[in-house]
């Protein structure tokens, strides 16, 4: 511990030193960062990593609406929307299918247009589609409440059970009410957990709304966990009440976008530091890394999670082979549940089509992971077989930031929406 401490210190210093306070911050190769940038051809000034959703959309020439919607246990979610391309539809052109998207923990909707013309939003956009881009409950795009104050530690009071049961319901009724179609929802890692806790609290509901979810390394069973980190969260239990009281509940794991700013830019040697701690939990992949897009993606793929939510994804580590509610403990769950333990989420209730996607180099998402997931949902809603992507080293971030992106994996997307 003290390695890492003292590490992050060393970085930081040298950081403030050798910072020159150039104003293109990407450049098309690595080697690039250690020259004069702002007299070197290769490299650029890109405003995204200072933009948000709304503003990066604009800036690459697409029309944007802006949408506030509240949950029924008061959070107050912003969802944006791209209905078309960069040039307006005709009349005649018929009503474009809506995607929704849903980011991963401690990322935001940024994290689906933040690597350019490589974006998921945007190719979907591109590719004819009606593309929201929603989030969930304490991220910067949902970080006000009707009564609650984000200091307060009530309003950090919530799991990825309260996601799915309150957020995701008051999203997709936003886009069906608008859109008056059936949804496709595309979910990566949290953001496919959510999927399922929606899909199995209101089936019905979801089968009327949703024609199908394409889930992107899904987190739901998490037992077969690879990550050096777990044998961090065999502590968390007693770590957590410590965290909870000095940060009334909220927790940056990818540390918030200021510091990262600091410790991650401008050099490469500091970005590869950061995604080492990344590539920890995620899996190691150093080449698709994009010298490009980096910058920017390390400094905007990073938001709060609750530390309720980490404690209930660590459960699912530690716990064994459940997909359940939130384990508050014997006499609490009798309290809350009405039984001993938390109620399991039954996924023999799903009833929309799913499409699972893997990689072989996810440390959280494994091969057994997302098996056992599989083979616990109704066949009638598994029209097609597990997708793998075709590239061994692929691992849990690569899902929104790898160089190869599109050609492993997007394209794949462009075309299984097509089937449903």
């Keep these: 511990m003290r390695w890492i401490l003292f590490s992050a210190i060393v970085v930081i210093i040298l950081s403030l030193y050798l910072f020159k306070g150039?104003?293109?911050?990407?450049?098309?190769?690595?080697?690039?960062?250690?020259?004069?940038?702002?007299h070197n051809e290769?490299?650029?000034?890109?405003?995204?990593?200072?933009?948000?959703v709304d503003e990066i959309v604009k800036r690459r020439g697409y029309p944007v609406e802006v949408h506030n919607i509240t949950t029924e246990d008061g959070y107050i979610i912003t969802v944006f929307r791209i209905p078309f391309g960069k040039k307006k539809p005709s009349i005649k052109e018929k009503a474009?299918?809506?995607?929704?998207?849903?980011?991963?923990?401690?990322?935001?909707?940024?994290?689906?247009?933040?690597?350019?013309?490589?974006?998921?939003?945007?190719?979907?956009?591109?590719?004819?589609?009606?593309v929201w881009l929603g989030t969930f409950r304490g991220t910067k795009y949902a970080r006000n409440h009707k009564s609650l104050s984000t200091t307060e530690r009530d309003f950090w009071n919530f799991s990825f059970h309260e996601m799915g049961i309150y957020d995701i319901p008051a999203q997709i009724d936003l886009v069906s009410d608008i859109t008056k179609q059936e949804?496709?929802?595309?979910?990566?890692?949290?953001?496919?957990?959510?999927?399922?806790?929606?899909?199995?609290?209101?089936?019905?509901?979801?089968?009327?709304?949703?024609?199908a979810f394409i889930c992107l390394a899904p987190a739901a069973f998490l037992y077969e966990w690879k990550s050096p980190t777990k044998h961090i969260l065999r502590f968390w239990s007693y770590i957590e009440p410590i965290a909870e009281y000095f940060t009334n509940g909220i927790l940056y794991l990818?540390?918030?976008?200021?510091?990262?700013?600091?410790?991650?830019?401008?050099?490469?040697?500091?970005?590869?530091?950061?995604?080492?701690v990344d590539m920890l939990l995620w899996g190691f992949d150093y080449e698709?890394?994009?010298?490009?897009?980096l910058?920017?993606?390390?400094?905007?793929?990073s938001d709060a999670i609750s530390i309720k939510t980490f404690s209930h994804i660590s459960q699912l580590v530690i716990n064994g082979r459940k997909f359940q509610q939130f384990d508050y403990g014997q006499n609490k769950n009798k309290e809350m549940y009405g039984t001993k333990e938390p109620p399991i989420y039954n996924l023999t209730e799903f009833r929309v089509p799913v499409y699972l996607i893997r990689s072989e180099n996810d440390f959280l998402v494994t091969?057994?992971?997302?098996?056992?997931?599989?083979?616990?949902?109704?066949?009638?809603?598994?029209?097609?077989?597990?997708?793998?992507?075709?590239?061994e080293r692929f691992n849990h971030g690569d899902f929104v930031i790898a160089r190869d992106v599109v050609p492993l994996l997007y394209n794949h997307i462009l075309d299984i929406i097509t089937k449903f």
């Design 288 to 293: 698709q890394s994009d010298p490009e897009t």
């Design 96 to 130: 474009r299918q809506p995607v929704f998207l849903l980011h991963g923990g401690v990322f935001n909707s940024e994290s689906y247009i933040n690597i350019g013309n490589k974006s998921l939003g945007f190719l979907l956009v591109d590719a004819g589609y009606d």
């Design 367 to 391: 091969k057994e992971n997302i098996e056992k997931l599989n083979s616990s949902l109704p066949e009638k809603v598994k029209p097609y077989d597990i997708y793998v992507v075709r590239n």
């Design 22 to 38: 150039y104003r293109n911050n990407v450049c098309k190769t690595f080697s690039d960062y250690y020259t004069n940038t702002d």
């Design 254 to 276: 990818r540390l918030p976008h200021k510091l990262r700013s600091i410790l991650c830019l401008p050099y490469p040697f500091q970005m590869d530091i950061c995604q080492f």
């Design 42 to 52: 290769n490299c650029y000034y890109n405003p995204d990593a200072h933009l948000k």
């Design 183 to 211: 949804i496709i929802y595309i979910g990566y890692s949290l953001g496919a957990t959510n999927a399922f806790v929606y899909g199995v609290t209101y089936p019905e509901t979801a089968r009327k709304k949703i024609k």
């Design 295 to 301: 910058p920017i993606t390390l400094i905007q793929n």
